[in-house]
């Protein structure tokens, strides 16, 4: 159990001496879930404004996909998941918060789900705002209807403790790299599917839930712990790492020595076997989004795709992930993909170009070459095999133009 002294020295923390008390102990938040059930918060058009205000503003793109979303329970009950799960997030993230604090902050992150007064305020600019209306959020997950609430309330509980479980232990293995991989993202997809089969009838079997629901999260989660590589290994005051050490120890003995210039050959045959690992997904993917059915709810999950297949095609053989943050800035090539992505058509010609583009930078010398143009064929065939893009040069004139423009202005999209 933590020091209740250390905590009172952390003032953000100073709420987690609640949990401690034996009465707090001893109360399950599924029987307050109950409670709540029995005597529902009154609908306040606060709660719903500030998360529908807040969430373009700790996520642009994301925040564009749910508020489009046309059916207004499954839009409501996918946007205060995020938000939850977005300051759960923060808190993690926070590399400034005492491990002593914050392990069980996260541990006890769920019973923040009926617990008015619960607040802890940490991260940085909109994500910092976000923590302190932590109250709106809890209001309007209240106002839900119960069976979105037990799903947002799993979601968070398995969520939370799996971080708490990650945060005194490295990535080691690939086996925990693909865990926590599923715990920081995959639960948040599986969480929007139950959402949307119990509030629009959308129907996937338990195959697609599990697996084919896994691969969209790795694809999307793993990108961002490539381009993220610079950001996370110069974190301040203290850094942690997301990338297996059962692959960068093949490399080099510490992990940031992938920035020495030295060791740059090395750095891009570690990237590119990480890359050839997070396109492993791509293929079920496809067979992911093949299976939505509302077209809104589609390009909800079809668009980050599109940007994590493009970004892991920035990134691929490029040294520079390793000396700064590599990734599109060009919000108008963004739009443009958020646009004009609206069918499978649209999202098998957009994974082909790519990995056309993709197959352009292969460096021959590279150990993984020809596993990576092995991949890149597969996907590429499987788009082919759909019969949706027999007419490569009328469909070159839109959303795969969009892509291209997306990676060949990477020289200056370098942030």
């Not at 708490?164 to 926590?180: G, H, L, N, Q, V």
């Amino acid at each position: 159990m933590v020091s209740l002294s250390i905590m009172t020295n952390y003032p953000a923390a100073a709420h987690m001496r609640l949990y401690y008390s034996p009465v707090r102990r001893d109360m399950t938040a599924v029987a307050a879930l109950t409670q709540h059930s029995v005597k529902p918060l009154s609908r306040s058009d606060e709660h719903w404004n500030y998360c529908h205000e807040m969430l373009p503003q700790v996520s642009k793109s994301f925040g564009k996909l749910v508020l489009q979303l046309n059916q207004p329970k499954l839009r409501d009950s996918i946007c205060a998941m995020y938000l939850l799960l977005r300051n759960l997030d923060t808190i993690e993230d926070d590399m400034g918060i005492p491990d002593e604090v914050k392990i069980p902050t996260l541990h006890n992150y769920h019973h923040c789900f009926s617990d008015n007064d619960w607040k802890f305020i940490c991260g940085t600019n909109a994500d910092r705002e976000l923590t302190k209306g932590h109250h709106h959020i809890q209001a309007a997950l209240m106002e839900l209807e119960s069976s979105s609430q037990e799903i947002i309330y799993e979601v968070a509980k398995r969520m939370s403790q799996a971080m708490a479980r990650f945060i005194p232990k490295e990535i080691e293995t690939m086996s925990d790299y693909e865990e926590y991989t599923e715990y920081v993202h995959g639960l948040f997809i599986s969480g929007t599917l139950r959402l949307a089969h119990a509030l629009i009838g959308e129907d996937m079997d338990e195959d697609s839930l599990t697996f084919l629901s896994h691969s969209m999260a790795c694809l999307h989660q793993k990108r961002h712990t490539i381009y993220s590589y610079h950001e996370d290994v110069t974190e301040l005051p203290r850094r942690k790492m997301y990338w297996a050490r059962e692959i960068w120890s093949k490399y080099v003995d510490k992990i940031e020595d992938f920035q020495e210039e030295e060791n740059s050959v090395m750095a891009v045959q570690f990237l590119n076997e990480m890359i050839l690992n997070a396109l492993s997904h791509a293929e079920d993917c496809l067979d992911f989004m093949r299976k939505i059915q509302d077209p809104m709810f589609f390009r909800f999950y079809a668009v980050p795709r599109l940007d994590s297949i493009g970004e892991l095609a920035l990134c691929y053989n490029n040294p520079q992930i390793f000396t700064k943050t590599v990734k599109p800035k060009n919000s108008d090539l963004k739009a443009r993909i958020f646009n004009r992505t609206k069918t499978m058509r649209d999202v098998y010609g957009a994974f082909y170009d790519v990995s056309c583009l993709m197959e352009t930078k292969v460096n021959n010398d590279d150990p993984r070459a020809g596993e990576i143009l092995s991949k890149l064929e597969a996907i590429k065939h499987k788009c082919m095999s759909s019969g949706t893009l027999a007419a490569r040069i009328m469909y070159r004139k839109g959303l795969a133009m969009t892509m291209r423009m997306f990676l060949t202005t990477s020289k200056s999209g370098v942030q």
